[in-house]
């Protein structure tokens, strides 16, 4: 298996209040199944209320039970989870979706699976976090 890939995901905010969860726990839980995150994997997080990418977490379990259910909207789903731990919390413009466009974001269905097949992408975000 690759590992120390460098991954974008999407984080839906009428879904889940992820950032409320990291501030608060330090960490998220992400559903195995769809993405194929590795132990040590990076994953930057785009924000959809912000339309942003905001955070950079490191992949430090799989096969976990979620902890993070107080944070959801919805019902929480009860499925095993990776816990995604919080590296770094970016606040300027140059994560924007905008500034992400020029280099290769596509926005839309793009973002329903993580991915980390967009190297001009995650090298773009990895310079500026």
Not at 28 to 42: C, P
Request: glycine share 4%; proline share 2%.
């Amino acid at each position: 298996m690759n590992k120390n890939r460098t991954w974008l995901a999407f984080a839906n905010r009428k879904r889940c209040r992820h950032a409320d969860a990291i501030h608060a726990l330090g960490f998220i839980s992400w559903r195995m199944g769809r993405a194929r995150f590795a132990v040590d994997d990076v994953v930057y997080l785009f924000m959809s209320d912000e339309r942003c990418v905001r955070f950079k977490l490191v992949v430090t379990a799989e096969n976990c039970k979620r902890e993070d259910q107080a944070f959801w909207v919805e019902k929480a789903p009860d499925d095993i989870t990776y816990k995604l731990e919080l590296l770094e919390e970016y606040d300027g413009t140059m994560l924007s979706e905008q500034e992400l466009c020029k280099h290769g974001f596509k926005g839309g269905r793009s973002l329903e699976i993580p991915s980390c097949n967009n190297k001009p992408l995650t090298e773009y975000i990895t310079s500026i976090l």
